[in-house]
């Protein structure tokens, strides 16, 4: 008899945790396993829902409002009666909305920073969903430590985010989707695909690009993404006087071709669990220039795949780029290494290690 695993989000939104829980749903065994996603929110323009529906994986959105709204709770109940999981894989802050007669069932990936993952509300619920048998899995060992600083206990296990490695790198894209874009051969692309939020800085980004890159004509800043700071880094963009070569690319369902297109990765985050993105930039052959926040040194190596730079240090992180940008051959070496070491994060090993997760959850449950 199959384990009826539900995947339960927020949004299906392109992000790291929406792609991770998609990848588990559509690739788990289908011999083993049935699954099934519940969004609490409506669709969002450019979603995932395209791919669960290829994969004919069934999704039912749930019309959520903004703010803590006392509707999920029936109708998060209702979803579970229908679909009767063995496994409730949460993520996000939406473990407030699962009953607790249900903790039991779940299993909860902690995307982020502990700390950084939910309110005090959040935090309350998850401790209580904790102790009442709920499993916390890390998505990497910044993430592992920040729980067990949290919540006092270790997580039930760590398994890392992954990408398919085998369609990171499009070297066919590169003249394509710059001559699209209006992009030259000779132009130097230092990409960023994050969302424009607080946690991803890009204003800072922005700031660390016009002090290490300014004087260089042919280089240009991409940043694909949406949020509140557009505004705001459409301004500070202008006032630097590199409005020209700062372009926002809005959401990017092409980032495979995008990322193959341009020749340095870099991110300027405050904090991080272990972005999904530099997973990404890795698999496509880039050098990635970040800071060295969380879970960000368990992927990138200082000086081997990339170069790290202190958080909100404009000035490192400009250098960094700069330093890149003037050695071709170091940064193809780099990228090299970056592809080598992005097999470690493969989507086939995660999604095996969820399922053997689920299967330990399974079997608990039956003694």
């Known amino acids: 008899m199959r384990i009826r695993v539900l995947e339960v989000l927020a949004t299906l939104r392109r992000a790291g945790a929406e792609q991770v829980a998609v990848s588990l749903a559509c690739g788990l065994d289908r011999a083993r396993f049935e699954t099934a996603v519940v969004s609490l929110y409506d669709p969002f323009s450019g979603g995932l829902e395209a791919a669960l529906d290829e994969g004919g994986v069934p999704v039912w959105h749930l019309g959520k409002r903004r703010g803590l709204d006392a509707r999920m709770w029936g109708k998060l109940a209702q979803a ?16 407030r909305y699962v009953l607790p007669a249900h903790f039991r069932k779940v299993v909860h990936t902690v995307h982020n920073l502990a700390e950084r993952e939910v ?17 916390p899995v890390a998505i990497s060992a910044a993430v592992a430590r920040s729980f067990t600083r949290l919540y006092g206990r270790e ?35 230092v990409v960023s695909v994050a969302r424009l939020e607080e946690q991803k800085n890009p204003l800072h980004l922005i ?18 993404g949406e949020g509140a700071l557009l505004e705001p880094a459409r301004q500070l963009a202008s006032q630097a006087g590199i409005a020209p070569r ?100 493969d989507l086939a090993d995660m999604i095996d290690a969820y399922a053997q997760l689920f299967e330990r959850r399974e079997r608990r449950a039956e003694q």
């Open 80 to 95: 579970v009666c229908r679909f009767r999981p063995d496994v409730l894989h949460t993520h996000s802050y939406v473990m």
């Open 119 to 135: 309110d005090g509300i959040g935090r309350a619920i998850h401790r209580m969903a904790f102790r009442a048998g709920a499993a």
């Open 155 to 189: 997580p039930a296990g760590v398994i890392p985010n992954a990408v398919d490695v085998g369609r990171g790198f499009r070297p066919e894209a590169r003249a394509v989707w710059r001559s699209r874009h209006g992009f030259v051969p000779g132009d130097f692309l």
């Open 207 to 224: 700031r660390a690009f016009a002090e290490g890159l300014r004087e260089a004509p042919a280089a240009h800043l991409l940043m694909a």
């Open 246 to 345: 700062v372009h926002f690319l809005g959401l990017c369902e092409d980032v495979a071709e995008l990322l193959s297109a341009c020749d340095l990765f870099t991110l300027g985050s405050d904090w991080e669990g272990a972005p999904m993105a530099i997973l990404e930039a890795m698999a496509a052959r880039l050098p990635v220039v970040a800071t060295a926040v969380g879970g960000v040194g368990d992927l990138v190596e200082d000086a081997v795949t990339g170069i790290l730079a202190p958080a909100r240090d404009a000035s490192a992180l400009g250098r960094a780029m700069a330093e890149l940008a003037l050695d071709s051959e170091r940064r193809r070496r780099m990228g090299a290494a970056a592809a080598r070491r992005a097999t470690r994060f």
